[in-house]
């Protein structure tokens, strides 16, 4: 079983930029598809970006295209999420997830703990 731990997140002002990573545990990292998907209180979690196990297709969700960038090293078993041009609304609880397909949250068997990012205006 993978086990995955977030870091990177913090507090920024709008306009600034953080890069999230995503840690797993096991070399069978290679094999699994990624995926960033965040949080607020009182909402569903949402989906934010994806990257195919070799990191050759990738996905974004609109609200956050051009601005975030997912990537991954299989080498160093890690996923990340650079967030630029960041926005008050991009406050949330961010999770990376594994095994699954695309933007589709059921389908991603593994999971972070989550990292906070609150972005001030």
């Known amino acids: 079983q993978v086990q995955l731990v977030e870091s990177g997140g913090g507090l920024v002002q709008a306009g600034g930029s953080l890069r999230l990573s995503c840690a797993a545990s096991?070399?069978?990292?290679?094999?699994?598809?990624m995926g960033w998907f965040r949080q607020v209180p009182g909402k569903e979690r949402e989906f934010v970006a994806a990257?195919?196990?070799?990191?050759?297709?990738?996905s974004y969700a609109d609200s956050v295209k051009g601005r975030f960038t997912i990537s991954r090293d299989n080498g160093k078993n890690t996923a990340y999420l650079q967030m630029n041009s960041l926005k008050p609304e991009d406050t949330a609880v961010y999770y990376c997830?594994?095994?699954?397909?695309?933007?589709?949250?059921?389908?991603?068997?593994?999971w972070g703990q989550g990292t906070q990012v609150t972005v001030s205006s």
């Open positions: 990257i195919s196990w070799s990191g050759s297709s990738t």
């Open positions: 096991e070399r069978t990292f290679s094999t699994y598809n």
């Open positions: 997830a594994a095994g699954g397909r695309d933007r589709n949250t059921k389908t991603y068997p593994y």
